[in-house]
């Protein structure tokens, strides 16, 4: 069974500044995705970023980049520039595509505020 | 419709209460999934549907939970004889995927959630 850990329940940065959300993984599989959602008020999953394991070179997405190191498990999500915007709670989590369907496990999130 | 539609947003049930949560998903998206997301918890999954068949109920926590998809669209997820540790909120999301293909190439499309709550 895969398990997603994030052990940081509350972060605050101030606008404009850089701030850095932790989270590891367990897992046995060698092929496997792994995502950044955010979830505002509204309580909709917003995909944030995404990664494949098999890729060495960290994602990025705009203001959002991952770093990516696998033999550790870990799989951090740098905000960059932080915006009132980004104010959310932030789940990390896991996807083997074994069975070919998106049975994504998640981690219990991280509650970002952000400072104006 | 654009996105993932969820009805009812709120659910207040006394306990021993049926309720019925209905999911709309993206036209078109084959695969559908039920997640439970109880407070302060992520979500975890429920069940999983290709067009009209459950291909996995391994998240249902009881015989109580049954859900359908009989057209292979709208969703709905059944609760009997709600008790106490039902309160949560359920979120549906839908995925263009199909079995055997991976998923790499299409990402969880998620409703904004029913939040249940029983009394």
């Known amino acids: 069974a895969q398990t997603v850990t994030q052990s940081q329940p509350e972060m605050s940065v101030q606008e404009a500044e850089t701030v850095t959300l932790s989270c590891t993984y367990d897992?046995?599989?060698?092929?496997?995705?792994l995502f950044w959602y955010k979830q505002p008020p509204s309580r909709q999953m917003i995909l944030v970023i995404r990664q494949e394991a098999y890729k060495q070179q960290n994602a990025t997405e705009n203001r959002f980049s991952v770093n990516f190191q696998k033999a550790a498990k870990s799989f951090s999500l740098k905000i960059s520039d932080s915006q009132l915007g980004d104010t959310a709670m932030y789940f990390c989590?896991?996807?083997?595509?074994?069975?070919?369907?998106?049975?994504?496990?998640f981690g219990t999130g991280t509650k970002l505020q952000v400072i104006p | 419709g654009a996105g993932v539609s969820q009805s009812p947003r709120y659910k207040v049930a006394k306990r021993g209460q049926d309720v019925a949560l209905r999911c709309d998903p993206i036209s078109g998206h084959v695969s559908l999934f039920w997640y439970q997301q109880a407070l302060g918890q992520g979500p975890e999954f429920l069940t999983y549907f290709q067009n009209e068949a459950q291909l996995d109920k391994s998240g249902l926590p009881s015989d109580r939970f049954f859900a359908e998809r009989p057209e292979g669209s709208v969703s709905t997820l059944k609760i009997q004889r709600t008790q106490q540790e039902d309160s949560a909120v359920y979120l549906c999301?839908?995925?263009?995927?199909?079995?055997?293909?991976?998923?790499?190439?299409?990402?969880?499309?998620f409703g904004n959630g029913t939040r249940l709550t029983v009394t």
């Open positions: 897992t046995s599989e060698s092929n496997y995705y």
């Open positions: 989590a896991f996807m083997t595509p074994r069975g070919g369907y998106q049975k994504v496990t």
């Open positions: 999301a839908s995925s263009s995927s199909i079995s055997g293909q991976g998923a790499r190439d299409s990402p969880l499309h």
